[in-house]
């Protein structure tokens, strides 16, 4: 059994509760238990209000103690929160009554006077120590933490957390939380009166059980699995003259990074969102310029080291593709046979041998809307910054603008997508005379029947194995840009394939 972690902070004041309990929420996640003890008055229910308002985004959020309610839950925009408090409970069985056993699945929660009922809290959890420190204040406190069973390395990386923090200058920033994304990343800003970054939390950790060739889907296909591809990549976009965000403070044995703030200025407008064209130009504009550039394959990182980047292939994308039979197939009802599976992988196999054989480039990878940040101050394709690019690889040049112009999370409208790859096709015949476009167009469709294939799939994935449902309601959109792709000459087989044995996603 994994050994607790434990570690002191002192508390000057609420607003260093609320700085530590910010810390602490942006390494847990729903499934975890933070229990708070201490005296009558030593801030536990202070500590769990400021977590609570920290996830909520919203700092005049009401949060009342729950010692007459017992439980109060919080449906919060990560995950949901359960707030207990155990003081009056007299026997332990009353947990059941009020929802607390079984611990509910999916949700955070934090109680207070845990030790009303110790031999239902479980082995995994976090334990928060409360105790007055008066001498140094009225408001002043001392936390003891200490991490039991997975919450042990929990703990240890807080305590990592906040001595680059303190390291880098900002462990008396003010905290604000930052959506996430699919990944097993968070974000925070931190604000400080000459200006506000980024605080990046990238844990390493690997994506999946070690199923593919003995490695898991992060390895198999590529996937950063710690920090450090983020950097290397970062300083080589920036180097090309990509607007790259700038890296402030870094522990990459950690994963923590603070970077430059671009803000939240995006590419899209209005409800539903919808591309904004001179911005999606610009995005196009730049994969056109950095796709006609000779580019390293391998980058420095951290002075004398280097990063190489990973190839994107065959065997990767086949088991991206795999996704599709393995998670979105069985949740439509039409599971494949052992021969149509071989004939879908042998399909695949074929078709990829022209993207395989074209000219590699860097492959961002997740070139969309979410990850682009539009900076009106600055000229030509630096406009676009760019925010995620950890899993880039060395891929077809038509890879990038799929993702770009078949935005997963976005409509893109059929008439603008072909208006903006005539834009790209006509940027990189300026550049090369040689540019085939009707072999683009070719490899552009093979790449988003792969990619659009894949999300099926991924998106099933997310709500079934990771609770995140809200990805699902992209699938009717994936399905019609794969409709688009499917209609090119090249994919008749494919198409026929598709039409026999894949149905089409729920509305």
Same mark, same amino acid.
């Given at each position: 059994m994994t050994a607790p972690t434990t570690f002191s902070v002192a508390l000057a004041s609420e607003t260093a509760t609320a700085q530590l309990m910010a810390d602490l929420a942006l390494l847990v996640g729903p499934g975890d238990l933070i229990a708070l003890s201490g005296d009558l008055g030593a801030g536990k229910t202070a500590a769990a209000r400021a977590m609570i308002r920290y996830l909520a985004d919203d700092e005049a959020l009401e949060v009342p103690s729950p010692t007459f309610t017992l439980v109060q839950g919080y449906e919060l925009p990560p995950f949901p929160v359960l707030h207990a408090d155990l003081y009056r409970v007299e026997d332990e069985s009353e947990l059941e009554e009020i929802g607390l056993s079984p611990l509910p699945d999916g949700t955070l929660v934090l109680i207070e006077w845990p030790e009303r009922a110790p031999s239902a809290m479980p082995e995994d959890r976090i334990e928060i120590a409360l105790t007055h420190r008066p001498r140094l204040g009225s408001t002043a406190r001392a936390a003891d933490i200490t991490g039991y069973g997975k919450g042990a390395a929990q703990v240890a990386r807080l305590k990592a957390l906040r001595e680059f923090l303190d390291a880098s200058g900002y462990l008396d920033a003010a905290r604000r939380r930052m959506a996430g994304d699919a990944s097993t990343r968070s974000y925070a800003r931190l604000l400080r009166d000459d200006g506000t970054v980024i605080l990046m939390n990238f844990p390493q950790r690997p994506d999946g059980a070690a199923i593919y060739n003995g490695k898991s889907y992060s390895a198999a296909v590529h996937l950063a699995e710690n920090v450090k591809p983020f950097v290397a990549i970062d300083e080589g976009l920036r180097a090309q003259g990509i607007s790259a965000p700038a890296i402030h403070h870094a522990d990459l044995d950690h994963g923590f990074l603070i970077t430059e703030d671009f803000g939240s200025e995006g590419v899209i407008e209005g409800d539903p969102p919808r591309p904004l064209p001179e911005r999606y130009e610009a995005a196009i504009d730049l994969l056109a310029a950095l796709h006609a550039k000779m580019l390293p394959e391998t980058l420095p990182l951290a002075g004398?080291?280097? *990063?190489?980047? %990973?190839?994107?292939?065959?065997? /990767? $994308? $086949?088991?991206?593709? !795999? $996704?599709?039979?393995?998670? *979105? @197939?069985? &949740?439509?009802?039409? %599971? @494949?046979?052992?021969? /149509?599976?071989?004939?879908?992988?042998?399909?695949?196999?074929? @078709?990829?041998?022209?993207?395989? /054989?074209?000219?590699?480039?860097?492959? @961002?990878? &997740?070139?969309?809307? %979410?990850?682009?940040?539009? $900076?009106?101050?600055?000229?030509?394709?630096?406009?676009? !910054?760019?925010?995620?690019?950890?899993d880039t690889v060395l891929g077809p040049q038509s890879y990038d603008v799929v993702s770009l112009l078949q935005d997963a999370r976005i409509d893109v409208p059929e008439g603008l997508e072909l208006t903006l790859l005539s834009r790209y096709i006509k940027a990189r015949r300026v550049q090369d005379a040689s540019f085939d476009p009707a072999s683009f167009a070719e490899l552009y469709a093979i790449m988003s029947a792969q990619r659009n294939t894949r999300l099926l799939g991924t998106f099933a994935r997310l709500n079934r194995r990771d609770g995140k449902p809200h990805y699902l309601r992209h699938q009717p959109r994936i399905w019609t840009y794969l409709q688009r792709s499917l209609a090119h000459p090249a994919l008749t087989h494919l198409r026929d394939w598709y039409l026999a044995n894949v149905p089409p996603p729920q509305a």
């Amino acid at each position: 059994m994994t050994a607790p972690t434990t570690f002191s902070v002192a508390l000057a004041s609420e607003t260093a509760t609320a700085q530590l309990m910010a810390d602490l929420a942006l390494l847990v996640g729903p499934g975890d238990l933070i229990a708070l003890s201490g005296d009558l008055g030593a801030g536990k229910t202070a500590a769990a209000r400021a977590m609570i308002r920290y996830l909520a985004d919203d700092e005049a959020l009401e949060v009342p103690s729950p010692t007459f309610t017992l439980v109060q839950g919080y449906e919060l925009p990560p995950f949901p929160v359960l707030h207990a408090d155990l003081y009056r409970v007299e026997d332990e069985s009353e947990l059941e009554e009020i929802g607390l056993s079984p611990l509910p699945d999916g949700t955070l929660v934090l109680i207070e006077w845990p030790e009303r009922a110790p031999s239902a809290m479980p082995e995994d959890r976090i334990e928060i120590a409360l105790t007055h420190r008066p001498r140094l204040g009225s408001t002043a406190r001392a936390a003891d933490i200490t991490g039991y069973g997975k919450g042990a390395a929990q703990v240890a990386r807080l305590k990592a957390l906040r001595e680059f923090l303190d390291a880098s200058g900002y462990l008396d920033a003010a905290r604000r939380r930052m959506a996430g994304d699919a990944s097993t990343r968070s974000y925070a800003r931190l604000l400080r009166d000459d200006g506000t970054v980024i605080l990046m939390n990238f844990p390493q950790r690997p994506d999946g059980a070690a199923i593919y060739n003995g490695k898991s889907y992060s390895a198999a296909v590529h996937l950063a699995e710690n920090v450090k591809p983020f950097v290397a990549i970062d300083e080589g976009l920036r180097a090309q003259g990509i607007s790259a965000p700038a890296i402030h403070h870094a522990d990459l044995d950690h994963g923590f990074l603070i970077t430059e703030d671009f803000g939240s200025e995006g590419v899209i407008e209005g409800d539903p969102p919808r591309p904004l064209p001179e911005r999606y130009e610009a995005a196009i504009d730049l994969l056109a310029a950095l796709h006609a550039k000779m580019l390293p394959e391998t980058l420095p990182l951290a002075g004398e080291t280097t *990063y190489a980047i %990973p190839v994107f292939d065959t065997d /990767a $994308l $086949l088991i991206e593709i !795999g $996704l599709m039979p393995e998670w *979105y @197939l069985p &949740d439509r009802n039409a %599971p @494949l046979s052992d021969e /149509a599976r071989a004939e879908f992988v042998a399909m695949w196999r074929e @078709l990829l041998r022209k993207p395989m /054989a074209a000219p590699k480039t860097w492959v @961002l990878r &997740d070139f969309h809307s %979410p990850n682009m940040i539009w $900076l009106a101050d600055r000229n030509g394709i630096a406009r676009v !910054g760019v925010i995620d690019f950890q899993d880039t690889v060395l891929g077809p040049q038509s890879y990038d603008v799929v993702s770009l112009l078949q935005d997963a999370r976005i409509d893109v409208p059929e008439g603008l997508e072909l208006t903006l790859l005539s834009r790209y096709i006509k940027a990189r015949r300026v550049q090369d005379a040689s540019f085939d476009p009707a072999s683009f167009a070719e490899l552009y469709a093979i790449m988003s029947a792969q990619r659009n294939t894949r999300l099926l799939g991924t998106f099933a994935r997310l709500n079934r194995r990771d609770g995140k449902p809200h990805y699902l309601r992209h699938q009717p959109r994936i399905w019609t840009y794969l409709q688009r792709s499917l209609a090119h000459p090249a994919l008749t087989h494919l198409r026929d394939w598709y039409l026999a044995n894949v149905p089409p996603p729920q509305a």
